[in-house]
């Protein structure tokens, strides 16, 4: 079947530190891949994707490249803000439009 | 993007009762979804719906559950007799048409079964 491991959190990390979260997938075909982040008390919104390998998804200084041959979408970003304090969640989609999402991980970003 | 809107914000129900969450897309969308995540829990896939049926549904989606698209735009879901693990946020998702699989999300329901 399709899944998604993500580094468990949570992560704490000072300002303008590097942020990196691992992600990696199995899935019986050829998946696109996600990031969904989540901000305290509001829903799901997409952060970046990737539909084949080599892509790099970016958005708000994030960056994921598609790894198809460590099946990988790590996500990261060289400077973080108070602002990027959220829950991170990897996903994938294979041709069947529902996404398989990872535990998510908590980012705690410090002033 | 246009947001999805979803009512209630926050429902608490007594266990057995029926809830009805509400879900307001963008009307020409065809792909709809929903999502739950236990607190603390990943976000699991319940159901897609397109072109007013359902296209696809998880082991989690069992008879209490159901969906309707009742007057072409509200999106419902329905729980018939909820139970205390049923407490979780429920999330609707609507994705447009033409291909584009990115899927777009509301801001969720809490349900507190009690």
């Known amino acids: 079947g399709n899944s998604v491991t993500q580094m468990e959190g949570p992560v704490t990390l000072s300002e303008e530190a590097f942020l990196t979260i691992n992600c990696t997938y199995t899935?019986?075909?050829?998946?696109?891949l996600f990031w969904y982040v989540q901000y305290p008390g509001e829903g799901l919104q997409l952060l970046l994707k990737?539909?084949?390998?080599?892509d790099k998804g970016s958005n708000k200084g994030f960056e994921a490249t598609y790894r198809k041959e460590t099946t990988s979408f790590h996500l990261e970003k060289g400077s973080v803000q108070v602002s990027d304090s959220a829950v991170y969640f990897c996903?994938?989609?294979?041709?069947?439009?529902?996404?398989?999402f990872g535990a998510g991980t908590t980012v705690t970003v410090r002033a | 993007e246009p947001e999805v809107t979803q009512t209630p914000s926050h429902q608490v129900t007594q266990m057995g009762q029926e809830v009805i969450l509400r879900c307001v897309p963008i009307?020409?969308?065809?792909?709809f979804y929903w999502y739950r995540q236990i607190l603390g829990q990943k976000v699991e896939f319940l159901v897609s719906?397109?072109?007013?049926?359902?296209?696809?549904k998880s082991e989690i989606f069992d008879d209490q559950f159901s969906v309707e698209r009742p007057d072409g735009s509200n999106f419902t879901l329905k729980i018939r007799s909820t139970k205390l693990e049923d407490s979780a946020m429920y999330f609707c998702?609507?994705?447009?048409?033409?291909?584009?699989?990115?899927?777009?999300f509301g801001p969720g329901t809490r349900l507190t079964v009690t």
């Open positions: 998702a609507r994705q447009q048409s033409g291909g584009n699989n990115e899927q777009y």
């Open positions: 719906f397109y072109n007013n049926e359902i296209s696809e």
């Open positions: 996903a994938l989609e294979v041709n069947d439009y529902k996404l398989s």
């Open positions: 899935a019986t075909g050829y998946p696109s």
């Open positions: 990737a539909t084949k390998a080599d």
């Open positions: 009307s020409n969308h065809l792909y």
